[in-house]
């Protein structure tokens, strides 16, 4: 049998499911389920801020503003 090729995929869910799958590999045997909880929930609280911070980066209101169809979508005021 030939030896499996691993490929990197764009897909976020895919990748997020790879990063569990590392780290729970890393602990090995978990002592109970709420471990696991626990662990998984990190995970995916450290994933959501690193999405949060990368869609703030490029993904701005004034940015898309200019894509809308509809002139009567408008920015809300920003505090200065």
């Known amino acids: 049998m030939a030896p499996r090729t691993l490929i990197s995929v764009?897909?976020?869910?895919?990748?997020l499911?790879?990063?569990?799958?590392?780290?729970t590999d890393v602990v090995g045997i978990f002592p109970?389920?709420?471990a696991i909880v626990r662990l998984v929930g990190a995970i995916?609280?450290?994933?959501n801020?690193?999405?949060a911070v990368q869609r703030?980066?490029?993904?701005?209101?004034?940015?898309?503003a200019p894509l809308s169809?509809?002139?009567?979508?408008?920015?809300?005021?920003?505090?200065?």
């Open 49 to 51: 801020d690193e999405w």
């Open 44 to 47: 995916l609280l450290e994933q």
């Open 32 to 34: 109970n389920e709420d």
């Open 56 to 64: 703030a980066r490029c993904m701005t209101l004034k940015t898309i």
């Open 69 to 80: 169809d509809d002139p009567i979508v408008g920015l809300p005021a920003v505090a200065g």
């Open 10 to 15: 764009t897909n976020p869910i895919e990748r």
């Open 17 to 23: 499911n790879g990063e569990i799958k590392r780290r």
